[in-house]
């Protein structure tokens, strides 16, 4: 099996054009791995409990519109 180490010597090797590609594809493959941790996390009831807290809050209109937030940092 490949190293962490020996992978990052070959990447060292490649040409700068071949490292962004590598770089889009490694981000791509994470947000893939991050969304089906989520829709993991909500299968198991995980989120559940933060789900009902954003519900009672929306109810209770104990929300800012995100612009505000934002605008606000």
Same mark, same amino acid.
């Given at each position: 099996?490949?190293? =962490?180490? #020996?992978?990052? $010597? /070959? &990447? @060292?090797?490649?040409?700068? $054009? #071949?490292? +962004?590609?590598?770089? @889009? *594809?490694?981000? /791509?493959?994470?947000?893939?791995? *991050?969304?089906?941790? &989520? !829709?993991?996390?909500?299968? $198991? %009831? @995980?989120?559940? =409990?933060? &789900?009902?807290? /954003? !519900? !009672?809050? &929306?109810?209770?209109?104990?929300? =800012?519109?995100?612009? #505000?937030?934002? +605008?606000? %940092?």
């Amino acid at each position: 099996m490949t190293t =962490r180490v #020996e992978v990052e $010597s /070959a &990447i @060292k090797q490649l040409p700068e $054009s #071949e490292v +962004r590609d590598l770089a @889009k *594809w490694l981000q /791509a493959y994470l947000d893939e791995m *991050w969304d089906q941790q &989520i !829709e993991a996390d909500l299968a $198991s %009831g @995980k989120l559940d =409990r933060l &789900i009902a807290q /954003a !519900e !009672e809050d &929306i109810a209770a209109n104990n929300v =800012r519109d995100l612009d #505000e937030v934002l +605008r606000n %940092g």
